[in-house]
């Protein structure tokens, strides 16, 4: 089994280059089977969610071919199948877009509901709501969403909470229906809005997403045609590394991002007493860490823009060594705080009550063997590694790959001493350098 293995106590210093968003590219890649020909897609990082999305798009008929490791191209002439493998769907969560895609190209779609991180519930009612206002049918068969249309019409839909995937599957569902379709109370992250622009560039016709209102003028399937696109860079792995930076007390210039998508990462960094320099005209933001005891503080997480649930375990990292006591509040999901067990390991002092983490900072973190339990968590591991006394090993790390391309590459950029393993002998752990 692989893990990380990582000496903790070097702070990160230098640049390191943002990759592709994970949760852009996991919508534009389906999304790009809705054109008549085919799509460049540039800027994709190279995380196993993308591997994931290139298996089913394969399987179902559609062609990848790669340009070079951060380029595809998809050819969707052979697309011949509406069902999507079973397993192949309920080994991620974005596998739910291609149910809003092949409604839209076949008007019958077969997909398993999804897996993903699990972190508490995380329902389908708001998508298949969708769907159903638009006019099609769903059934669930044997743990797959049976979904068929003879036509699909605009129509007026109002998100009961507020949803980045039942955003998206709207958007890819009414796409070409016939008609106005109007989507309220929708999510507003960089990632809606990237997929947005990318249809239209196909020729699609969105208003109105990165705020709480879009409206979709349905067009004829005919007029998609192929493009090149460029994928947004991810907020959330530069705000991972920001925090990391932060946390040990280093200086780091996260490069190739928009700073815009950071702001609320780089304010409650700031309150916590950070430095945070952000310069748009070169697409960077520099992190330098405090060399006095963070500031505790208080911060709940929000749909985009607020903070972002995605930078909650990561944010917890490193107020695990704040001074005084701070509150982080969950307030996306049900339940998001599996992963504070992991971190009682390494001496963190959190109390979880219901939706809030209370944190009591620590002098310091001291190492032991810990696990991602899903995505983020992993990253909040990875940190608290960082800064620990002594060798933490972080199994389990085929999460953090899900959504974090070569981050111990990256890492060791930075000057951290961390090594990927896949042998389950101690020994591997002596031998970090
Ligand atoms: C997307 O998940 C992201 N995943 C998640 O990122 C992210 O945490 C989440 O959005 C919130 O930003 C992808 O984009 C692949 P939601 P999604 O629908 O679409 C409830 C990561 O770390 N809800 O915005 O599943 C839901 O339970 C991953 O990169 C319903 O009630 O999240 C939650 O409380 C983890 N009914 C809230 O809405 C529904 O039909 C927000 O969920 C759908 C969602």
Wanted: proline content about 4%.
């Amino acid at each position: 089994m692989e893990k990380f293995i990582i000496r903790g106590g070097k702070p990160l210093r230098g640049e390191v280059a943002i990759g592709g968003a994970k949760n852009a590219v996991v919508a534009i890649l389906p999304a790009a089977l809705l054109a008549n020909d085919k799509c460049v897609i540039r800027n994709i990082p190279c995380i196993s969610d993308v591997a994931m999305d290139i298996d089913i798009i394969r399987d179902i008929g559609g062609a990848v071919r790669l340009i070079d490791r951060h380029t595809l191209e998809i050819d969707p002439s052979g697309l011949r199948d509406v069902e999507v493998p079973y397993e192949l769907a309920r080994s991620m969560r974005a596998s739910y877009y291609f149910l809003g895609v092949l409604l839209t190209k076949f008007r019958h779609a077969l997909v398993s509901h999804p897996g993903g991180c699990n972190f508490g519930d995380r329902p389908m009612d708001q998508h298949i709501k969708c769907f159903n206002a638009l006019g099609a049918t769903c059934e669930l068969v044997k743990g797959a969403y049976d979904m068929s249309a003879e036509r699909l019409l605009g129509t007026q839909i109002y998100f009961d909470k507020v949803t980045v995937g039942a955003t998206i599957n709207a958007m890819l569902s009414s796409v070409c229906a016939e008609g106005l379709t109007i989507l309220e109370n929708a999510a507003r992250e960089p990632h809606v809005v990237d997929l947005a622009n990318f249809l239209n560039t196909m020729g699609a016709h969105i208003i109105g997403a990165g705020t709480d209102v879009i409206k979709i003028r349905g067009v004829p399937q005919s007029s998609l045609c192929g493009v090149d696109y460029t994928i947004i860079p991810d907020q959330i792995e530069a705000g991972t590394y920001m925090v990391a930076a932060a946390a040990t007390r280093g200086d780091v210039t996260v490069t190739g991002v928009i700073p815009k998508h950071l702001e609320s990462i780089t304010m409650k960094l700031r309150d916590v007493g950070a430095k945070v320099i952000e310069d748009n005209e070169h697409e960077s933001v520099r992190v330098i860490g405090s060399d006095k005891p963070y500031r505790s503080t208080s911060c709940i997480t929000l749909p985009h823009p607020g903070f972002p649930t995605d930078m909650q375990p990561q944010f917890t990292a490193l107020l695990t060594m704040a001074s005084g006591v701070s509150m982080l509040s969950e307030g996306v999901f049900d339940t998001r705080f599996r992963y504070v067990d992991e971190l009682r390991r390494l001496g963190a002092n959190i109390k979880v009550d219901g939706k809030t983490a209370i944190i009591t900072g620590v002098e310091r973190l001291t190492s032991a063997p810990t696990r991602a339990l899903d995505l983020r968590a992993g990253a909040a591991l990875m940190i608290a590694g960082l800064c620990a006394e002594g060798v933490t090993e972080i199994e389990e790390i085929h999460h953090i790959e899900r959504g974090y391309e070569d981050m111990e590459v990256k890492l060791r950029g930075l000057g951290a001493d961390i090594k990927k393993i896949n042998r389950p002998d101690k020994v591997a752990a002596a031998n970090v350098v």
